[in-house]
């Protein structure tokens, strides 16, 4: 599965974006991760859109993002609201199939500046 990310860019804070993810094959049964890493922090999981349906968030995060898939177009998305000057990051789409295989996408950048 190769993954192509697209979206995000400069934001202002209070403001909002959207980064997605379109995969080379369905994502029916797979489980996308958002993730994203700060200049010098560690990689950090954001937000999940499980297989089963279910969601999960980051505290950081919750409230103001919210994640979403089109199965038709093989698509998910990752929608940004309420923009942070902390949430300047590189984020990334992952998906995990049933097996537990990942598949992550090349990262784009969200940078929230006034």
């Known amino acids: 599965v190769q993954l192509q990310a697209s979206g995000g860019g400069l934001g202002e804070p209070g403001g909002s974006l959207r980064v997605s993810c379109t995969a080379s094959?369905?994502?029916?049964?797979?489980?996308v991760g958002w993730y994203r890493q700060a200049p010098g922090k560690q990689r950090e999981l954001v937000a999940e859109?499980?297989?089963?349906?279910?969601?999960k968030y980051a505290d950081s995060v919750k409230g103001r993002f919210a994640v979403s898939r089109d199965i038709a177009n093989n698509t998910a998305d990752l929608q940004m609201n309420a923009l942070r000057p902390e949430d300047t990051a590189v984020y990334y789409c992952?998906?995990?199939?049933?097996?537990?295989?990942?598949?992550w996408g090349q990262g784009t950048q969200v940078t929230v500046s006034s």
């Open positions: 859109d499980r297989y089963d349906g279910s969601t």
């Open positions: 094959g369905s994502i029916f049964s797979f489980t």
């Open positions: 992952n998906l995990q199939t049933p097996l537990g295989f990942h598949y």
